[in-house]
């Protein structure tokens, strides 16, 4: 072993843990233990050999949450080769793209996305994760794979959601997932006892992350939802076989607006998190009022992810925080020269530490202007610091804008419009005005029995924010464009 390697940490896990439940898979009732789990990415690992891949090739994967796409993951760890999940939400239009960039030797597929396969326009050599995968795996000859994992290596590729604009492929290594086992391990004290459910999509970093991979580490158990499904997920609350949630807030509105949800026994869950998009104050408040201590917090698919992270003791009293910079995570917010801005003032906010990505693939005109010269990692972001340390997220550096001279910042009267009544979701732009340079344009969501008007909703903000801060106009939709985490797609808005 290399200075700057590691273990391979699922065969260390597998010595430890063997036979252990490592994966279950809810619509089959399938299972891995550690050691199976072991084995068969050393089966994986063959395959690929076989197929004439190497150390560095990548592999692209389209599916949901199943066995199978943590067996290749490990499988590419195992040979050296790249994992490229990608979004099965994308039409082949766009996915020709992301492959195009990657540039992957393989593509496994799962049945539901044959259809969008067979239109890719210069497709790899593929492979059907429902007809083929599992007898070509049993086939595959004596397991293969290396003992080590280069920390600074590349474990897979993650395309960023596209909330601005053209996704980008960004670099995760080993390093990275070591760095985040640490910080929401210790943040969240994950054990070998817990349980946790992956549902968000695996090619979004929370879906492999949050809390998959670190369970894994810990030697728990990984529950595999294909796709969010409130029914299913009450059942499994009712069951009392949660310990560890992680959800995006349109995950939390759903879950509170079951009508089962009220009665359900939620003792059993050590942790609620929450991120990927902001939490706005209402839906906090019912969760606080469920008896849920939803822990805001703040990263990135760049930062491994977890970053900020609000300690349950704080979440009924901050609500609105993201709390602390985590054990691997250092974070500082500056000024728009770089220099640090004082307790309450609003700056961007920078990372660094062994969690940050090395950049983007094949990309460094995005790499370099990613980062600071002095080597933290650029969010784009804006937030506060209060007194105590605790953080705030004001918004993106980007959305911000200048109306008669005063800042504007859209998260601020988004989270102000969010708690109307009768108001699901909200989206603040800022549109050109002769007299004041620019004003807010509000997108809002209204519930099927909503009721506020525009001018109702004038009368709301008016009471509660600053004139210069509220809309000028207000436009209703029946849904937003949204990322995978949730987030609202405000460049289709614009």
């Known amino acids: 072993m ?78 050296g080769a790249i994992l490229v999940p990608l979004n099965w939400r994308m039409p082949a239009a766009e996915l020709d ?53 280069p920390a600074d290596g590349i474990l897979y590729l993650l395309y960023t959601s596209g909330t601005t604009g053209r996704p980008k492929g960004v670099i995760y290594t080993y390093r990275m997932a070591l760095a985040n086992h640490v910080n929401i391990g210790t943040a969240i004290g994950l054990t070998s006892r817990d349980t946790t459910v992956a549902f968000l999509p695996n090619f979004h970093t929370a879906g492999i ?11 728990g158990r990984v529950l595999l939802m294909a796709a969010f499904d409130p029914d299913a997920m009450i059942a499994l609350l009712g069951q009392g076989r949660i310990d560890t949630l992680f959800g995006v807030p349109t995950i939390y509105q759903s879950l509170l607006d079951q009508p089962a ?17 902001a939490l706005p104050d209402a839906l906090a408040l019912r969760c606080r009022d469920a008896g849920m201590r939803v822990c805001n917090g703040m990263g990135m698919t760049e930062t491994g992810p977890t970053a900020f992270l609000l300690d349950p003791a704080d979440a009924w009293d901050r609500i609105g925080s993201v709390g602390k910079p985590q054990l ?16 309450g003032e609003i700056g961007e906010v920078q990372f660094s530490g062994p969690g940050i990505t090395p950049g983007y693939w094949r990309d460094e005109a995005a790499t370099a202007a990613a980062f600071t010269p002095d080597g933290w990692l650029r969010s784009g972001d804006l937030a506060r610091r209060d007194a105590d340390g605790f953080a705030w997220i004001a918004g993106r550096r980007k959305e911000m804008f200048i109306s008669g001279g005063e800042n504007v910042y859209p998260a601020e009267v988004e989270n102000v419009l ?65 990322t995978s985490a949730g987030k609202i797609r405000k460049h289709l808005l614009a």
Not at 261 to 277: E, I, Y
Request: charged letters at 20%; one cysteine or more.
């Open 328 to 343: 691997l995570c250092a974070a500082r917010i500056v000024d728009i020269d770089g220099a640090p801005v004082a307790d």
């Open 97 to 149: 793209g992301l492959i195009a960039d990657a540039g992957p030797s393989l593509l496994f597929h799962d049945a539901a996305d044959a259809a969008t396969v067979a239109a890719l326009a210069a497709p790899p050599p593929i492979i059907d994760l429902d007809s083929d995968y599992g007898w070509l795996v049993t086939a595959a000859g004596e397991a293969a794979g290396r003992a080590h994992w």
């Open 418 to 482: 969010a708690a109307c009544p009768g108001v699901v979701d909200v989206a603040v732009l800022p549109r050109p005005d002769p007299k004041w340079g620019e004003v807010g344009r509000a997108f809002v969501q209204l519930a099927p029995d909503g009721r506020p008007d525009e001018a109702a909703l004038t009368a709301f903000c008016r009471s509660r924010l600053a004139p210069y801060k509220v809309p000028a106009a207000f436009e209703f939709v029946a849904e937003f464009p949204r």
């Open 2 to 79: 290399m200075i700057g390697d590691m273990p391979d940490l699922l065969a260390s896990r597998a010595l430890l843990s063997g036979e252990a439940i490592a994966l279950e898979e809810l619509a089959t009732g399938e299972t891995r233990t550690y050691a199976e789990l072991d084995a068969r990415a050393g089966k994986v690992a063959a395959l690929l050999a076989a197929r004439g891949i190497g150390a560095g090739d990548r592999v692209a994967v389209l599916c949901r949450q199943r066995i199978a796409f943590f067996e290749l993951l490990f499988g590419c760890a195992k040979l």
């Open 261 to 277: 949800f009220a009665s359900l026994p939620l003792d059993r869950v050590r942790h609620w998190g929450c991120g990927g998009a």
């Open 209 to 219: 992350n949050l809390h998959a991979l670190p369970t894994l580490f810990s030697g």
